[in-house]
């Protein structure tokens, strides 16, 4: 069945992330790979408005550990969204597997618990030449994060007002 329907009216959001305050969660396992995201991200963030002094990075011991740093920085109140960066390698063990799976979980869980935008900005990659394509200058994945959650926000503020 086709229908030809049209919505009466559109929301998005802007990249306009002037006045937003952003928590950053950082995993410092493979920090050849998270440094450089946290790069992208603090770049992406500085170009769309966000003020250096608006930003707050926790650094975590690795993937694992950034659901619920995240989820605490969403429910304190003091950050309008929250960006989880990370790198999660797959190797020679099941490592991979018990990391990536629950971070990307326990993310997902904790922005729809907190209603606070929290961006997966965590590479689960095959190898580390994909992670470091992943997080280059080129194309990097902390700055995509970073547009992302200004994006959230505005747009959630949008359809909260109604």
């Known amino acids: 069945m086709s229908s030809n329907f049209r919505a009466g009216s559109s929301v998005e959001g802007a990249v306009d992330g002037r006045g937003m305050r952003i928590g950053l969660v950082c995993g410092r396992f493979n920090d050849l790979i998270t440094t450089r995201l946290l790069d992208g991200a603090s770049n992406g963030l500085a170009v769309h408005g966000v003020s250096e002094q608006d930003v707050t990075v926790a650094w975590v011991p690795g993937a694992f550990e950034i659901p619920i740093a995240a ?41 729809l618990e907190t209603g606070v935008p929290i961006v997966f900005g965590v590479l689960t990659t095959e190898n580390l030449e994909q992670a470091l394509e992943r997080s280059g200058e080129h194309d990097n994945k902390g700055e995509e994060a970073a547009k992302t959650a200004i994006e959230m926000v505005d747009l959630l503020r949008r359809l909260r007002k109604g």
Do not use: N
Not at 80 to 92: C, E, S
């Open 71 to 111: 989820k605490t920085m969403a429910v304190s109140g003091e950050y309008d969204a929250v960006i989880a960066l990370g790198a999660v390698i797959r190797g020679d063990t099941a490592h991979f597997d018990y990391v990536a799976g629950p971070c990307a979980y326990g993310i997902q869980q904790a922005q």
